[in-house]
């Protein structure tokens, strides 16, 4: 149990829903962050629009009326200087909520208190620029919380207009509490749409897994559904599709690897059995040992030549061969190795000849491409007619490129032969014998040495006449 336990929380499903509900926890606060400091500057910023205008009004309003308060004195219509104001400013009073709290002075004498002050003086902070100044006042005796005022002091007159923000202190508070009883609610439901979508998301990834764990080697032919779709999922099922072809290839290509190797060294091991079992049933004369002592030594050497062909092979697949590159002439590379390689044709009458354009520099591994043109040079000579020469020609071409070309004549590779001749063990019917059969592997290689030059091996027979093989690089 605890290790189902351990396992989930391990898991792609609960990180997905855990990411996905600490995403949303963080754009939730984010958004709350901004919705209360948007919220508060704005009622803040109306709250000072509101006191700055009625500040402004009352100013003009006192200003316009020319009332000299200084000498003021009673008359049939206003018994005070409360009276007198009253009555200019009573519209801006009733038309705004805003102005609790209102205090005129008119040089150091205060004329006129709103009701709700009571008579209670606001102080009043020194102000060191003309305009309106809004400011936060604290006066516990008329509000717990600071007040803010707007006081203009212009001329002979002091207004202050102020209003408590315990309202607007009240609202955000109000707007907090509902953020907080919200957010848990939020969260909750953002854990629970995080698993909905985490399990349907990786629901396929469970039937991608499913039926990947069900391929084995024996039914690599099968492919998992799902790759018509356009999306990460459909990518992830063609790339293991793709994965299981690349594997079923490998392995017919090891079976047939293996049964042609197996086919190959099992012809002269069946020989040296059999003679070995001949020598050793009935006496031979010296001469008998030794001819069947020569044939087992060729059998030998057959296998041995099969082995290292292979072993070549499998150090190029793995890249594990040691490569010594250098820049070189070409034409003086062809010219010792054509002297080394006269003795093949000595058998069949078969002179090598060259012809050699402009000489070029070429970087390479002189021992792999000496052991390619070797191989080339055997096929021809094996392969070529008695008594006709093969032909060793490089051509200059564009781009600093060389083309080496051997061409012999002889009976040639059918054309519908010729895509095959570089795959291991392939080789033709006509030249499945002991004399010049090989192993087919002579071309495998001499292909795997041109790939690692990033070279170009090229082929042109025409049956019965010539072939050509021809290396660019």
């Known amino acids: 149990m605890k290790n189902k336990v351990a396992a989930f929380f391990h898991s792609t499903r609960f990180k997905t829903t855990l990411w996905y509900a600490t995403s949303f926890l963080i754009f939730e606060i984010v958004i709350g962050i901004t919705i209360y400091l948007y919220l508060k500057s704005n009622l803040y910023g109306q709250l000072d629009l509101s006191l700055s205008n009625q500040v402004h009004i009352i100013h003009d309003l006192v200003e316009d009326s020319k009332i000299d308060f200084t000498n003021f004195a009673p008359d049939s219509i206003y018994s005070s200087p409360y009276e007198a104001i009253y009555d200019l400013i009573f519209e ?75 309202q607007i202190l009240q609202t955000l508070s109000q707007l907090t509490d509902i953020y907080l009883i919200i957010a848990p609610i939020f969260l909750v439901f953002s854990f629970l749409g995080g698993a909905i979508l985490s399990v349907k998301a990786l629901s396929r990834i469970d039937m991608i897994t499913e039926k990947t764990n069900e391929i084995t080697t024996q039914n690599l ?16 099922v063609n790339t293991i599709n793709k994965m299981i072809r690349r594997i079923k290839t490998s392995i017919e290509y090891m079976t047939q690897f293996s049964i042609s190797a197996s086919h190959e060294l099992k012809t002269p091991l069946t020989i040296l059995r059999g003679e070995t079992e001949l020598v050793l049933r009935d006496n031979k004369t010296p001469e008998e040992y030794k001819e069947i002592l020569q044939s087992n030594y060729e059998e030998t050497l057959r296998m041995i030549n099969i082995v290292d062909k292979l072993f070549f092979i499998s150090k190029f697949d793995n890249a594990i061969i040691k490569v010594n590159k250098s820049e070189v002439s070409i034409n003086q590379v062809l010219k010792n190795l054509v002297d080394q390689l006269k003795y093949l044709g000595r058998e069949k009458t078969i002179c090598l000849e060259t012809h050699f354009d402009k000489d070029a520099t070429v970087n390479l591994d002189v021992n792999l491409f000496k052991q390619a043109i070797t191989n080339l040079v055997d096929n021809a000579i094996k392969y070529g007619e008695e008594g006709k020469p093969v032909l060793i020609e ?44 090989g192993s087919g592997l002579g071309l495998s290689v001499v292909k795997s040495i041109v790939d690692w030059h990033k070279g170009e091996i090229l082929v042109d027979s025409v049956p019965g006449k010539r072939t050509t093989f021809s290396i660019i690089i």
């Open 394 to 437: 490089t051509k200059l071409l564009a781009d600093n490129k060389v083309k080496i070309s051997i061409i012999n004549k002889g009976e040639g590779i059918r054309k519908e032969n010729l895509p095959k001749i570089f795959e291991r063990f392939y080789r033709e019917e006509s030249s499945r014998n002991r004399d010049t059969g």
């Open 92 to 166: 801006t009073i009733a038309s705004s909520p805003r102005n609790s709290y209102i205090q005129i002075q008119f040089g150091n004498e205060v004329i006129f208190q709103s009701e709700n002050l009571k008579g209670h003086l606001i102080t009043i902070p020194q102000i060191k620029s003309d305009g309106i100044h809004l400011t936060d006042i604290d006066d516990t005796i008329l509000s717990q919380r600071p007040i803010r005022a707007a006081i203009s002091e212009q001329g002979k007159y002091k207004i202050v207009v102020a209003f408590p923000v315990v």
């Open 221 to 236: 032919e099968k492919i998992l559904e799902g790759g018509e779709f356009d999306d990460e999922y459909g990518r992830l």
